[in-house]
C-alpha cells in the first residue's frame, strides 16, 4: 500500500469519529453532484423559455400543469419550475463560491508565505494591511467594493476574493513561521534551492491542513455572503441566477402568502451552507494539537 | 508609548486618505447619474446643464480634489436625489440604525450568556451539544432570508407583528427613539431579532469557550473546596470573569451589527442608515454613497484605533511589541 493510500486511510479513521460530520460530508457531495449535473438531474429547463409559460405562474407545490407536469416545489412568478431553477441555482453559487475561495487561498497563500519568508518591511506592510481588512466586517468590505465599481459576475467574484484573502494570508503566514525554523527548510537552503522552490515546494504543503479548514469555513461564509449581495441587487446580475436571487425574486410575493417561491432556495442555501460549515468544523476540531 | 500612538494615528487617516480616493474614483466610474435623473425627453442643452450644476464636466480629480476639501470642511457634498446636504441625510437616519443595533445586541446578549455558560460548564450533555449544533445552525442561516421568514411566519400568517417601519417614536431624557413606545418596540422586534441571530451564534460560542478556561483555573478548585454552592461558583465566579474578554469582542462586533443591518433595513423597510445606502446604489446617489462609505469607514477606523490604544493601557506585553516596531 502506498503511502499516500495509508495517509487517507488515517485522514478517514480520525474523520469518520464524528458521524454528524460524516453525514454533513455525504450531503455536501450531493449537492456538489446535484449541481455540477444540474442540466441532466433538473426536471426541466428553467431558462428555456419555449418549455416555460405564465400560464403555470405561482403554482403551489406539488401542483400539475395541464400537460400533466408535476412541479414538486411549485412554480415562481414566471411559471419556471422551482426545484430546476434551485438545481441550477446552486450551480451558480457553488461555482462563485468555490472560485472566489481557490482564487483567494493562492493569493493568500503566496502573500503569507512570503511574508513569513522574507520577514522585514515587507512582512510588516503585509500583514498591517491583513489586519486593516479584517478590522472591517466582510460585508462591509464586500459593499464598499460593489457600491465602488458596480455589479456584475466578475465583480463580485474579485469583491469576494479580496474579502476573504486576508484570512487565508493570516493562516498562511502564521503556519509558515513555525515551518521554517525546522531543521528540513536548513537542509534545503544548503542545497541552494531557489526561494521559489523552498516556498512552494517545501513550505506550502505542510501549511496545507490549517488553511484546508480555513478553506471550508471561508467558501460557506463566501456562498452566503455572495446571496446576500444578490438579494441585496448588488451581486450576481439576473442573467445568473444564484439561490440569492430565487430567494430575492421570492420576496415580491411574499405578502400574498406565496411562500415556497423564496423559502425553498433558502432551505437549499441553508443545506449547503451549513453542511460544509459542519464538515469544516470537525476538520478544525482533527488538525487542532491542542484537542489531539 | 506616545510614539506608537501617533503612529497609529498617522496610519488611520492614511487608511481613510487611501479609502476616499479609492471610493470617490470608483463610484464615480460606474454608470451615469445624469441619464436616472433627467427627463428623457430633455433636450442637449438641458442635459448639459445638468452636467454643469452637479460639476460633472470636470475631470475626476479635480472633483476629487474639491470633494477632499469640502469634506476637511464637515461637507460630504448634496444628494442628487434629495437636494439636500449628504451627511444632513445620513445624520437624520442614524439613530433608527443605533436603536436597531442597540437592541439587538441587548437580545443576543440576554440570550447568548447562559446558554454559552451552560454548554461550557457541562460540555458533555445532551442539551450543551445541541446548543452547538444550534450555533453552527445559526452561523450558517443566511440574515436576509431568515428576516423573510419572520415576516412571512410572525407578520403575515400570525399577524402578531408589524413588518416594516419604525413605528411610533417616543422621548425620553431628551432622547428620541422608538423604544419609548409600546407600538415601536413591536416593530423594532423582529428586525432585531434578526440582526441579533448571527451575533448570539458567535457569543455562545466566545462564552462558551471562556468557561471552558475559567473552569480549570485553581480559584474555581478552591471554591469548591470552600463548600461554595455551584450557583454561585456559575453566577459570581465564572460569570464575572467571562464578562471581561466578552465586554470587549463586543464593542467591536457592534461595528459590525450596524454594518450587516444594511440586509436587515432593507428586509424589514427600516428607515435606518443601511436602507439609504442600498436605495441610493440603486439611484446612482454617488455624493450619498461616497458620504455613507466615507463615514462607516472612518467609524471603523477609529472604532479599531480606540480599542487598540485601550489594550495598549490594560496589556503591558502589546505596548511592549508595539514600541519594538
Not at chain 2, 466615507?294 to 490604544?309: E, Y
Request: with cysteine; hydrophobic share 50%.
Amino acid at each position: 500500500m502506498s503511502s499516500r493510500d495509508q495517509n487517507f486511510k488515517n485522514f478517514w479513521r480520525d474523520f469518520s469519529v464524528n458521524k454528524i460530520a460524516v453525514f454533513a460530508l455525504f450531503i455536501f457531495l450531493s449537492i456538489l453532484f446535484v449541481a455540477i449535473f444540474a442540466p441532466l438531474v433538473s426536471p426541466t429547463d428553467p431558462y428555456d423559455l419555449n418549455s416555460v409559460s405564465i400560464m403555470n405562474s405561482r403554482m403551489p407545490p406539488m401542483s400539475e400543469d395541464f400537460a400533466g407536469n408535476l412541479y414538486v416545489l411549485g412554480t415562481d412568478g414566471a411559471g419556471r419550475d422551482m426545484l430546476s431553477a434551485i438545481f441550477y441555482g446552486l450551480r451558480v453559487s457553488l461555482g462563485v463560491g468555490v472560485l472566489s475561495g481557490v482564487f483567494a487561498l493562492i493569493i493568500g497563500s503566496i502573500f503569507g508565505i512570503s511574508a513569513a519568508f522574507f520577514r522585514g518591511k515587507y512582512e510588516t506592510i503585509i500583514m498591517r494591511i491583513v489586519d486593516i481588512q479584517l478590522s472591517f466586517p466582510s460585508i462591509l468590505v464586500a459593499l464598499i467594493i460593489l457600491a465602488a465599481f458596480g455589479k456584475g459576475v466578475e465583480k463580485t467574484i474579485i469583491a469576494l476574493i479580496l474579502v476573504q484573502w486576508a484570512y487565508y494570508a493570516r493562516t498562511a503566514r502564521a503556519s509558515a513561521l513555525v515551518e521554517i525554523n525546522k531543521e528540513y527548510i536548513d537542509s534545503a537552503r544548503c542545497l541552494a534551492f531557489s526561494n521559489t522552490r523552498i516556498m512552494f515546494k517545501h513550505i506550502l504543503p505542510n501549511c496545507l491542513a490549517p488553511l484546508i479548514v480555513v478553506g471550508t469555513l471561508q467558501t460557506a461564509h463566501a456562498i452566503s455572503l455572495e446571496a446576500t449581495l444578490s438579494f441585496l441587487g448588488l451581486g450576481l446580475p439576473i442573467t445568473e441566477p444564484s439561490l440569492g436571487l430565487l430567494i430575492g425574486n421570492g420576496f415580491e410575493y411574499m405578502y400574498s402568502g406565496d411562500f415556497w417561491i423564496s423559502i425553498f432556495p433558502g432551505i437549499a442555501l441553508l443545506i449547503t451552507v451549513a453542511s460544509i460549515n459542519l464538515v469544516g468544523d470537525h476538520l478544525r476540531d482533527m488538525f487542532n494539537p491542542r484537542l489531539q | 508609548m506616545l510614539e506608537y500612538i501617533l503612529k497609529r494615528f498617522g496610519q488611520s487617516f492614511l487608511v481613510l486618505f487611501i479609502m476616499s480616493i479609492l471610493v470617490f474614483v470608483g463610484v464615480n466610474l460606474v454608470g451615469d447619474p445624469v441619464e436616472m435623473l433627467i427627463n428623457p425627453e430633455a433636450d442637449q442643452a438641458e442635459v448639459e446643464r445638468v452636467i454643469r450644476e452637479l460639476g460633472l464636466d470636470k475631470p475626476v480629480s479635480e472633483q476629487y480634489w474639491y470633494f477632499l476639501t469640502n469634506a476637511l470642511e464637515g461637507d460630504l457634498g448634496s444628494s442628487f436625489i434629495y437636494n439636500e446636504p449628504a451627511l444632513k441625510l445620513i445624520l437624520q437616519r442614524m439613530p433608527a440604525t443605533l436603536e436597531l443595533a442597540l437592541f439587538s445586541l441587548f437580545i443576543s446578549l440576554i440570550i447568548a450568556i447562559p446558554l454559552g455558560i451552560y454548554a461550557g460548564y457541562k460540555p458533555n450533555s445532551k442539551a450543551s451539544k445541541t446548543i452547538m449544533a444550534g450555533s453552527i445552525l445559526g452561523f450558517s442561516m443566511p440574515t436576509f432570508w431568515v428576516g423573510i421568514i419572520f415576516i412571512m411566519f410572525f407578520a403575515v400568517y400570525l399577524g402578531w407583528l408589524p413588518s416594516t417601519g419604525r413605528g411610533e417614536i417616543g422621548s425620553f431624557l431628551g432622547i428620541e427613539s422608538s423604544l419609548f413606545t409600546l407600538n415601536g418596540l413591536s416593530h423594532v422586534f423582529l428586525p432585531a431579532l434578526n440582526l441579533a441571530l448571527f451575533k448570539i451564534s458567535s457569543v455562545i460560542r466566545l462564552t462558551r469557550a471562556g468557561t471552558r478556561e475559567i473552569i480549570l483555573q485553581d480559584y474555581i478548585t478552591f471554591a469548591r473546596a470552600k463548600g461554595l454552592s455551584e450557583k454561585r461558583i456559575v453566577l459570581v465566579h465564572i460569570l464575572k470573569n467571562i464578562l471581561i474578554p466578552i465586554v470587549t469582542v463586543i464593542g467591536l462586533e457592534f461595528g459590525s451589527l450596524i454594518a450587516f443591518s444594511t440586509v436587515t433595513e432593507t428586509v424589514f423597510a427600516w428607515p435606518g442608515m443601511g436602507k439609504l445606502i442600498i436605495d441610493s446604489i440603486y439611484n446612482l446617489d454617488r455624493p450619498v454613497i461616497v458620504a455613507y462609505l466615507m463615514i462607516i469607514v472612518t467609524f471603523f477606523v477609529f472604532l479599531n484605533l480606540a480599542v487598540d490604544i485601550l489594550y495598549t493601557f490594560l496589556d503591558p506585553r502589546v505596548r511592549l511589541k508595539g514600541m519594538n516596531q
